[in-house]
């Protein structure tokens, strides 16, 4: 069967790690890291945090809470997040065979109609709450039944998700949208297009990053979009075009701001019940402010705490290991968190 050549998704994945995780319950004896004071305001998160695997020490003796997280460990901290959050072990899985079908797509009887790997995906178009995706290069294609149940995602890798379709044809008209795509195929209509597209990762020549398996696993969860979403924002909209952000170097050496950690968290984190049903943070205007709503979620669920007396976020400020390690510990626990008075 012919492939389309025409569109493909660029609206990938995203994460990735920084301290490495272990399994959520590991039991694993808390070293007692020397440059963390028993006592201290974020001792007790530290512990927590280690015991479950979500973070360690720099090395075998220290946690460097000071330390500030690069944006590339904040991702595979957000991916092991989400992970334990969802009944994992807090283990990010390695990346699977892309010679493997990645979208299957079968008749009412659960006959395969077409399969198609990671480097074969067909033309797609997703327009407001649907997305099309062609099957063949063949208009009108009277051998296709009228609809289809597609799967997208690895076996034994991951969920796997199931969409129903109903068949569509396209026949390109020169200046429109649909300029160069001809074929048929299935429009699949979902309540949220855009994390339909996350599910359809493009290979990257990032693939070989110390971070990227992070980044597969949560575009492969429909979690988040890594050009679209966290390169684009974390370049100021470069988005990686060749015009000096770089993603493969920048991730690892840029720093993660305590506005990125929000939103990944709640990205990440699950539903949290609502602790403080008002909330005002001084610097974060819910019109105005990026990811004012991730912020303001996190306040409510008693996470965040800002980081004066006024409550001010300080979404611009870089984040160090020991404030991740109190705000994470929030989420594992909810013991621990806050209630405004």
Not at 166 to 181: D, Q
Not at 331 to 339: M, Q, T
């Amino acid at each position: 069967m012919k492939r389309i050549l025409g569109l493909i998704l660029t609206a990938v994945f995203l994460s990735a790690l920084a301290i490495p995780c272990a399994a959520a319950d590991t039991g694993r004896a808390y070293p007692d890291f020397s440059d963390v004071s028993e006592g201290s305001a974020s001792y007790e998160a530290i512990r927590l945090c280690y015991e479950r695997g979500l973070m360690n020490g720099t090395s075998e003796t220290a946690f460097n809470p000071q330390g500030k997280l690069t944006i590339a460990q904040l991702v595979v901290l957000a991916a092991r997040l989400y992970d334990l959050q969802n009944g994992g072990n807090g283990t990010v899985p390695d990346l699977p065979d892309y010679g493997e079908p990645y979208l299957r797509f079968y008749d009412e009887g659960g006959n395969e109609i077409a399969a198609f790997t990671m480097e074969e995906i067909p033309a797609c178009n997703a327009i407001g709450e649907s997305v099309f995706i062609g099957v063949n290069n063949e208009v009108n294609d009277p051998a296709l039944p009228e609809t289809c149940t597609l799967e997208i995602g690895f076996k034994n890798y991951n969920h796997i998700k199931t969409f129903q379709g109903v068949k569509e044809s396209h026949e390109g008209i020169p200046g429109t949208m649909s300029h160069g795509l001809i074929g048929t195929g299935y429009r699949f209509t979902d309540p949220d297009a855009a994390s339909f597209t996350k599910l359809i990762p493009v290979p990257l020549h990032l693939e070989k990053a110390w971070w990227f398996p992070s980044v597969f696993y949560l575009g492969s969860e429909g979690v988040m979009g890594f050009e679209g979403e966290l390169v684009f924002r974390t370049s100021g909209g470069n988005n990686g075009d060749g015009s000096g952000y770089d993603p493969e170097v920048r991730l690892s050496s840029d720093n993660a701001t305590r506005s990125l950690f929000a939103w990944l968290v709640d990205l990440t984190a699950g539903e949290l019940p609502v602790l403080n049903e008002t909330v005002s943070v001084p610097d974060v205007n819910p019109d105005e402010t990026q990811d004012a709503t991730s912020i303001l979620r996190l306040y409510q669920a008693g996470i965040l705490t800002g980081v004066d007396q006024a409550g001010n976020f300080n979404g611009s400020g870089e984040l160090t290991r020991a404030q991740a390690a109190m705000m994470l510990a929030r989420v594992l626990d909810p013991s621990l968190r806050v209630k405004a008075t």
